[in-house]
Every structure is written in structure tokens, then in C-alpha cells.
T-cell receptor
Framework: DGGITQSPKYLFRKEGQNVTLSCEQN?????MYWYRQDPGQGLRLIYYSQIVNDFQKGDIAEGYSVSREKKESFPLTVTSAQKNPTAFYLC????????????FGPGTRLTVT | KQEVTQIPAALSVPEGENLVLNCSFTDSAIYNLQWFRQDPGKGLTSLLL?????REQTSGRLNASLDKSSGRSTLYIAASQPGDSATYLCAGSIDYKLSFGAGTTVTVRA
């Protein structure tokens, strides 16, 4: 089955620790995205990548970092510099550059205490 | 920057009633408009994608329209069922990025 996987589903961390969220896709898509969702708000774009070894900041990149070493993988690191990291994180992919349909993974709920 | 608004934030209807969900956006230079469904604690499921050159898309009981000149899209769900209860989000695409509304949470009462 083709799709996007995110792991883990739930993640708990202490304040001050960095944490990495996994996102893998087997759809052969070039573009991948990370969004953050907070209660009562729409999704906000953190980072996106149109091609391997290249990525751009979205609207709320501060306190986050990404890498794109493989086409299938786009991990997101939430650093200790992120002031309010507790949120639901969603990864998405699309076939390539342009107005393509985006497909989403199941999400990771991160709780930092 | 594209701003997307969905009103109302929540809606409750009896089973069988048709649903009308509204989405408005500020930038008419939109590439496409995508409607999603989200169940509690889950990811997003794409329902319909309307390209900027299209006026509507249909899939089963779902129909979505797009009016770029007025900055509006509407999702119609015919003959609602309890299984349609979820949050529905719309997102407008400018360049490669989607701008999302906050969603409308729908409850269909049996």
C-alpha cells in the first residue's frame, strides 16, 4: 500500500530536549511538507522540500530544523529553541512542484512538559 | 499572504439533511482549492481538489464549487449520515504552499 507513515503516534519529552519526528513516503513524490496544528486553528506550514537536498522555511520555522537526504524521508527536529512545541504535527507530500494535491500522514502528537 | 476563513466553526444537523460548508479566501490568484476531512486525532483525508480553471468537482455525495472572483468555495454533502461527522478543512494553494482555514466541525445527529 502506498502512503505516508509518521512515527511515533504519541511522543512525550521534557522541556529543553530536542526531539525528531519521522516522516516516510512510498508514493515516489518529490515534494514533502511539515505542518503544525493547534486546537481551533488551521494547519501552519513549518518547512517544505521540493527536491532532495533542498528545503525552504515555511511560516513558522523558528525552533525547527529538517533534512532531506532521501526522496522518501523528511524528518523534523523540534529543538529546545521552540517556545511552545506541544502540538499535533502532520507530514504531507505531493507529486512535485506545482498545484498538486497534497496527501497527509496520520500525524504525531508531541507533548512537552 | 493568503487568508482562509471557514464559517461557522461548528454545525449540527439531523441525519438526512444536506450540508453546506463555506470557505472564503483573500487572494484570487489561487492555483487550486482542496477540501479535507479530519477525524479526531487523525491525519487529513483529501476529499476534493478544484483547479483554478474549474468551477466545481463532484465525488459521490460530495460536490465542491469554486468562485475565484468572489473568493469563495462551498462544499455540499448530500443526505448527511452520522458517519459524516468530522472536521472539514479547506485550503487554498498559492505557489507550492497551502493556506488552511480553521475548519468546520460537523455533527450529524441520528
Amino acid at each position: 500500500d502506498g502512503g505516508i507513515t509518521q512515527s511515533p503516534k504519541y511522543l512525550f519529552r521534557k522541556e529543553g530536549q530536542n526531539v525528531t519526528l519521522s516522516c516516510e513516503q512510498n508514493l515516489n513524490h518529490d515534494a514533502m511538507y511539515w505542518y503544525r496544528q493547534d486546537p481551533g486553528q488551521g494547519l501552519r506550514l513549518i518547512y517544505y522540500s521540493q527536491i532532495v537536498n533542498d528545503f525552504q522555511k515555511g511560516d513558522i520555522a523558528e525552533g525547527y530544523s529538517v533534512s532531506r537526504e532521501k526522496k522518501e524521508s523528511f524528518p523534523l527536529t523540534v529543538t529546545s529553541a521552540q517556545k511552545n512545541p506541544t502540538a499535533f504535527y502532520l507530514c504531507a507530500s505531493s507529486p512535485g512542484q506545482g498545484p498538486y494535491e497534497q496527501y497527509f500522514g496520520p500525524g504525531t502528537r508531541l507533548t512537552v512538559t | 499572504k493568503q487568508e482562509v476563513t471557514q464559517i461557522p466553526a461548528a454545525l449540527s444537523v439531523p441525519e438526512g439533511e444536506n450540508l453546506v460548508l463555506n470557505c472564503s479566501f483573500t487572494d484570487s490568484a489561487i492555483y487550486n482549492l482542496q477540501w479535507f476531512r479530519q477525524d479526531p486525532g487523525k491525519g487529513l483525508t483529501s476529499l476534493l481538489l478544484i483547479q483554478s480553471s474549474q468551477r466545481e468537482q463532484t465525488s459521490g455525495r460530495l460536490n465542491a464549487s469554486l468562485d475565484k472572483s468572489s473568493g469563495r468555495s462551498t462544499l455540499y454533502i448530500a443526505a448527511s449520515q452520522p458517519g459524516d461527522s468530522a472536521t472539514y478543512l479547506c485550503a487554498g494553494s498559492i505557489d507550492y504552499k497551502l493556506s488552511f482555514g480553521a475548519g468546520t466541525t460537523v455533527t450529524v445527529r441520528a
